[in-house]
């Protein structure tokens, strides 16, 4: 049984009650002793967590500490490609918003990864949208071999794919998967995506099974705060890394916590997800799962960053652009629009290709980011909180045989 079937066995009713009504004295026992079961959790999630969460964030950052010691890896998404065939509601690379978009070749590929290398990252998340026209597995297979010379550690967030198809990247030296589940609440999923292969919530739901199977070491799961209930998500999310680490146990876990960002289409968010509620969350996920890696994004802002960086943070990304060439300008020059597959070129006296204030390139972001520090500024924030920021720690010789 795949995680589907354990998924529609989840009780989720009696679980978000309980996160509603678990009472100081309990909260404060489980503190103390640490979460045994999903029940737990929940409980960890309710409004008694929430007034104890001095005691809770004291508890997660002496765990993370000893489970990880005083080191955040550090990383950087490298955006191959905006183009999508999917309609999703929340999402700025959506199929329907007319934004400008670009695939890089292999070339604008390497350069963009050189620059990155240059800023000192050796963990690159290689990003695109879904599209079979322009981003293939080959692609991703060929970007990967592109780079896994000069980048030991290379990992993706594309779109689902087969295992058969995923072995391939695994084979040009890719090593993670990232995918998020977006939301796990199936009625509101189906609103969300209107259009495209995204629309199949149990393929997408199976996706890192499939990933696993086809020899990736690394796996990342998340859950997209602000369209559904935050504590029904993260319920859903800890139950779907409890079962990965107990199927996929070869592979190292990590959770990523982010919450919607501005971006094309102006979708609103439905839900809200407090600073301090966030901070409540993080914790609580460390105490459940001490093991797992939990990821920070520059979704939010620096001063939030900086807060939450000593709580259970073990991965960060820094400098991060959401478009692809974001870094050097790679394919500003090819940069067009896309109706229904087809590539509509841009004259060249348009304003949407006059230079960008602040950027290297036209092409439209995913979202908008919040904490735009350089990564040299994240290292030096790290190195005085304490911590010390890990741009290296896995080498691809490693693992191949001679």
Request: proline share 6%; glycine share 8%.
């Amino acid at each position: 049984m795949s995680f589907v079937g354990e998924f529609n066995q989840l009780p989720l009713g009696p679980l978000l009650r309980r996160a509603s009504n678990a009472g100081t004295a309990e909260v404060r026992s489980i503190i103390e002793q640490g979460p045994r079961s999903l029940a737990d959790f929940a409980a960890l999630l309710s409004p008694a967590a929430g007034e104890l969460l001095e005691p809770l964030c004291r508890r997660s950052q002496a765990i993370t500490r000893q489970r990880f010691g005083r080191v955040i890896r550090l990383f950087a998404p490298l955006y191959v490609s905006n183009e999508c065939i999917n309609n999703c509601s929340y999402c700025g690379f959506s199929r329907d918003n007319a934004i400008l978009r670009v695939t890089l070749s292999l070339d604008e590929v390497r350069r963009e990864a050189r620059e990155l290398a240059a800023q000192g990252f050796r963990n690159i998340l290689l990003v695109a949208g879904e599209h079979p026209k322009f981003v293939s597995n080959g692609y991703l297979a060929d970007c990967t071999r592109a780079l896994s010379e000069s980048v030991p550690s290379i990992s993706l967030e594309v779109g689902p794919m087969e295992t058969d198809e995923y072995r391939p990247i695994v084979e040009a030296g890719a090593e993670g998967l990232v995918v998020y589940q977006e939301t796990y609440d199936r009625e509101l999923y189906g609103r969300m995506h209107t259009a495209g292969p995204k629309r199949n919530f149990d393929w997408r739901l199976e996706c890192p099974e499939r990933a696993y199977a086809a020899g990736f070491r690394r796996l990342g799961i998340g859950a997209l705060y602000g369209i559904s209930d935050w504590r029904l998500e993260a319920l859903s999310l800890a139950a779907h890394a409890s079962y990965l680490l107990r199927h996929c146990w070869k592979a190292m876990l990590t959770l990523s916590l982010p919450r919607l960002r501005p971006c094309a289409g102006e979708f609103q968010p439905l839900t809200h997800l407090a600073d301090r509620e966030l901070v409540q969350l993080i914790a609580a996920f460390r105490l459940f799962l001490p093991d797992a890696g939990l990821v920070l994004s520059t979704r939010e802002p620096a001063p939030l960053r900086d807060g939450l960086f000593p709580l259970g943070i073990t991965h960060a990304s820094a400098g991060s652009h959401t478009e692809p060439g974001g870094y050097t300008g790679a394919g500003n020059e090819k940069v067009h629009q896309t109706v229904r597959g087809r590539i509509l070129e841009l004259a060249a006296d348009n304003p949407a290709l006059a230079p960008t204030s602040g950027r290297s390139t036209n092409a439209t972001g995913q979202f908008e980011i919040a904490d735009n520090r350089s990564p040299a500024e994240i290292a030096d924030l790290l190195r005085r909180l304490g911590y010390e920021p890990v741009w290296k720690d896995w080498e691809g010789a490693l693992s191949r045989s001679e």
